[in-house]
């Protein structure tokens, strides 16, 4: 039974989202305020997804302001989060991958889960998007996918595991290692303190940034994500001092300083402006690739929005 208990524990420890729903929803959101011309297409894509028909119905329901295919968007890279318990849909594995972190001097080494993880399946993802016919079930699943792991791997924490005194056997992406965010309060996991900082609109529109080629490189984004987590998380091992590994002890757990509040939140949002830009090259990318397989289906020129 210990030995069952033990494994169980191991198993829900990775059961953190990265970015909260919100945080998800914002990146998909400025994504398609990026790029609406593909973005209301990929909208009307997802109007094939199985839980697309409770979206439109709350979308209407609670008179959410802006199109119904940025709402579809919004909710279908939340969707991924929403079906862990799902044997159908859920892919656990999918969500992280894990570079180890080994302190003093953070020698890059493979992944601990090279097979199945979240770089294997953002190539998954967007293959399976480009592959499937427009208008179909399994398009729109690997659409919300792809929506999802692109948010997935601008999260640092989805991307390490920290392996330095405390945490031999790693800290799960910082599910072990507990934080206090501020001098009242209980103390959170380190993994979602950072799932929780982006809540406010990213005020992307159209005229923000590029579009360009879109080309996935999930294994870059996620070393990204390693350098992240070992200067700003981490901060090179001081944070793994000041935490603890057990919520119980909180009382000897010190607050986060305000520098670094700071500081995550700034990084937050810079990675979520990264995913959001990202995201919409994508889409662009796979739109363009897809219209020119379907005969008469050629992008209009003259109908898209001009982009620097």
């Known amino acids: 039974m210990r030995h069952v208990c033990a494994l169980a524990l191991a198993l829900c420890a990775r059961l953190a989202v990265a970015w909260s729903p919100e945080g998800h929803a914002i990146i998909a959101g400025a994504a398609y305020d990026l790029n609406p011309y593909a973005g209301r297409w990929w909208g009307a894509v997802l109007a094939a997804h199985p839980a697309a028909a409770g979206w439109d119905q709350a979308f209407a329901r609670q008179g959410i302001d802006g199109p119904v ?5 919004r909710r279908a890279a939340i969707w991924p989060d929403q ?3 799902d044997p159908r849909h859920d892919h656990p594995s999918w969500h992280y991958t894990n570079f180890p972190l080994v302190p003093p001097d953070f020698p890059l080494r493979p992944s601990d889960t090279p097979h199945n993880d979240l770089i294997e399946a953002l190539s998954h993802a967007e293959a399976g998007v480009a592959g499937a016919k427009v208008g179909t079930v399994d398009g729109a699943i690997w659409l919300a996918w792809l929506l999802h792991l692109i948010g997935d791997a601008h999260q640092p924490l989805h991307c390490v595991d920290w392996k330095g005194p405390g945490f031999i056997n790693g800290d799960r992406g910082g599910n072990r290692l507990y934080v206090r965010p501020h001098q009242t309060g209980r103390p959170v996991n380190l993994h979602a303190y950072w799932d929780r900082l982006i809540s406010e609109p990213l005020g992307l529109t159209a005229s923000s940034a590029p579009i ?3 080309q996935v490189a999930p294994r870059v984004w996620c070393l990204e994500g390693r350098a992240h987590a070992i200067e700003s998380v981490y901060e090179r091992g001081a944070l793994v001092t000041t935490g603890r590994a057990k919520a119980s002890s909180s009382r000897r757990i010190q607050a986060l300083g305000q520098v670094y509040q700071d500081r995550a ?11 959001s830009e990202r995201t919409a090259a994508v889409l662009e990318r796979l739109y363009r690739l897809l219209h020119r397989s379907v005969p008469g289906q050629q992008p209009d020129a003259q109908t898209e929005p001009a982009r620097p």
């Open 265 to 275: 939140n700034r990084l937050a949002q810079r990675r979520a402006r990264q995913a």
């Open 212 to 214: 360009g080629p879109g």
């Open 69 to 73: 295919e940025r709402h579809r968007l």
């Open 83 to 85: 079906v862990r318990s």
